[in-house]
C-alpha cells in the first residue's frame, strides 16, 4: 500500500535526531559503542510504524535495537512511540536496506526480525522478497553464532517460498508454524499492527525461527 508524505515529512524526522542514525554505514562493527554497551543487538528490517520492536525495548532493556524503515511517513510514528515511551536502547535507520553487510559486520548481530514483509506476488519480483537467497546470505553473515532470524507473514505464498529458502541456505527451521497464535512460542506476545489487525478477523499468522 502506497503510503501518503506528511507534510514537512524530513523535517520531523530530523526532530528525532537522537533516535535517528545517519551515515549508518560508518557505524559498521562499531554498533555497541554507539550504544555504549555490550548488550546483544537486535535488528527489524521494515519495522512499520514501530509496535513490535519499541515493545521489545521496553520490556528487554538489555537488549541493544535497531529499526530500519525507509517509509518516511511510516518511520515517524515509529520515531514518535520511541520518544513517548523514552527509550534508550532502539535507534533507527531510516532508509531502505538493499545490502545488510553494508551496514553490519560479520557476527554483529543476535537477531533478525522480518514482519510481514511486501511479498511481491510476482514471480518476476521474487529477487525482492526479503527472505530471498540473496538477503539470506547476507543476514546469516551478520548474525553471530547462535543468532536466528523470526519471519512472520500473513501471506500463504510468500511463507512457502521462504520456507524454501531457509532449507536452500541450510537453515534449520526450530519453531515453524501456520498458526503462530494457536502456540505457545515466546514470539506471539509481540505483535505487530497488521497482526493485530489480522487475530481480530481471525487470519492465521504464518511463523519461523531460523538458524
Known amino acids: 500500500m502506497r503510503q501518503r508524505k506528511v507534510k514537512n515529512e524530513e523535517e520531523k524526522i530530523e526532530a528525532f535526531g537522537n533516535y535517528v542514525i545517519k551515515d549508518a554505514e560508518m557505524h559498521k562493527g562499531h554498533w555497541r559503542e554507539l550504544f555504549g554497551n555490550d548488550n546483544p543487538i537486535y535488528i527489524e528490517v521494515g519495522c512499520g510504524k514501530g509496535q513490535f520492536i519499541t515493545t521489545l525495548a521496553r520490556v528487554n532493556p538489555n537488549g541493544n535495537y535497531i529499526a530500519v524503515e525507509g517509509a518516511g511517513s511510516v518511520v515517524l510514528r515509529a520515531l514518535e512511540k520511541a520518544s513517548m515511551e523514552g527509550l534508550?536502547?532502539?535507534?533507527?535507520?531510516?532508509?531502505?536496506?538493499?545490502?545488510?553487510?553494508?551496514?553490519?559486520?560479520e557476527g554483529e548481530?543476535?537477531?533478525?526480525?522480518?514482519?510481514?514483509?511486501?511479498?511481491?506476488?510476482?514471480?518476476r519480483h521474487a529477487k525482492r522478497r526479503l527472505t530471498h537467497t540473496r538477503y539470506i546470505k547476507g543476514y546469516k553473515k551478520v548474525l553471530k553464532q547462535g543468532g536466528s532470524i523470526e519471519f512472520k507473514t500473513d501471506n500463504d505464498g510468500l511463507f512457502a517460498f521462504s520456507v524454501e529458502e531457509f532449507f536452500k541456505n541450510d537453515m534449520q527451521l526450530v519453531e515453524c508454524t501456520n498458526d503462530l497464535h494457536k502456540t505457545?512460542?515466546?514470539?506471539?506476545?509481540?505483535?505487530?499492527?497488521?497482526?493485530?489487525?489480522?487475530?481480530?478477523?481471525?487470519?492465521?499468522?504464518?511463523?519461523?525461527?531460523?538458524?
Do not use: C, M
Open 109 to 123: 548481530v543476535d537477531g533478525i526480525y522480518l514482519n510481514f514483509s511486501d511479498p511481491w506476488p510476482k514471480d
Open 184 to 211: 505457545d512460542f515466546k514470539s506471539k506476545q509481540f505483535t505487530t499492527e497488521y497482526e493485530d489487525k489480522f487475530n481480530k478477523i481471525g487470519k492465521n499468522i504464518h511463523y519461523l525461527r531460523a538458524k
Open 88 to 105: 534508550k536502547n532502539i535507534k533507527f535507520i531510516t532508509k531502505y536496506i538493499n545490502e545488510i553487510t553494508d551496514f553490519f559486520e
